[in-house]
């Protein structure tokens, strides 16, 4: 399965500001997804990260607040815009390959909105 | 670093045991299924999958035990260490590849 690498690892943000997530994968998928998990909790699927076109976002996540860009099949970015403590969370890249197999996780990115 | 799962229910069980992890899923349409462990300050590590044409799948120590009827999926761990001391998250296939998890296990394994 493939090897995703993520940055930044953690961020300390004020409110207000942006941060903008990076995803870069070693080989090629088929899929890109962003999840969030907040302190304590499971994860949740923010959005789908579609090559070359806009993303496929989830009941509760907009673009306007998760801005989604994926130029090409090894390569995706999330920005977390207008930050609120509430943004405050991990934010997890995730790649699958064809047929719903190697589904594989990032580090993630710790953000603390101060 | 923060440690996940602070709120999610906690399983304990003694070096040696054997852990049984239980997930209840949604979908009854769900067609794949994977079980993850999470470290903290890590991102969720895969550690086995089952498809529903299935009903049970073994791994290196690892189990998982797939129930359609009742919309249930279980992994058990044998020989429990305690390098398995993590969250466990059960996760499906929901359609379009996309991955609905569950509300996650604290394992806690004691020497």
């Known amino acids: 399965s493939a090897v995703i690498s993520q940055k930044p690892s953690r961020d300390i943000c004020q409110r207000g500001t942006s941060l903008t997530i990076q995803c870069q994968v070693d080989?090629?998928?088929?899929?890109m997804f962003w999840y969030r998990q907040q302190p304590g909790q499971s994860l949740t699927l923010i959005a789908t990260?579609?090559?070359?076109?806009?993303?496929?976002?989830e009941s509760g996540f907009v673009i306007d607040k998760f801005p989604i860009s994926r130029p090409n099949l090894t390569f995706s970015t999330l920005t977390v815009s207008n930050l609120s403590p509430e943004d405050s969370s991990i934010y997890l890249c995730?790649?699958?390959?064809?047929?719903?197999?190697?589904?594989?996780f990032g580090s993630g990115t710790r953000l603390t909105v101060v | 670093g923060e440690s996940v799962g602070l709120h999610l229910p906690t399983l304990s069980v003694q070096e040696g045991d054997n852990s049984i992890i239980n997930c209840a899923y949604s979908?009854?349409?769900?067609?794949?299924f994977i079980w993850y462990k999470q470290e903290s300050g890590k991102g969720p590590q895969f550690i086995i999958d089952?498809?529903?044409?299935?009903d049970k799948r073994q791994g290196q120590r690892v189990t998982v035990l797939l129930n359609k009827t009742v919309k249930h999926l279980s992994l058990q761990i044998a020989a429990t260490q305690p390098g398995d001391s993590a969250v466990y998250f059960c996760?499906?296939?929901?359609?379009?590849?996309?991955?609905?998890f569950g509300t996650g296990t604290r394992l806690l394994v004691s020497p």
């Open positions: 996760a499906e296939n929901t359609g379009f590849q996309k991955l609905v």
């Open positions: 990260a579609n090559q070359g076109s806009e993303a496929t976002y």
């Open positions: 995730s790649g699958a390959g064809d047929l719903n197999y190697g589904y594989t």
């Open positions: 080989s090629q998928v088929t899929m």
């Open positions: 089952i498809r529903s044409n299935m």
């Open positions: 979908n009854s349409a769900s067609d794949y």
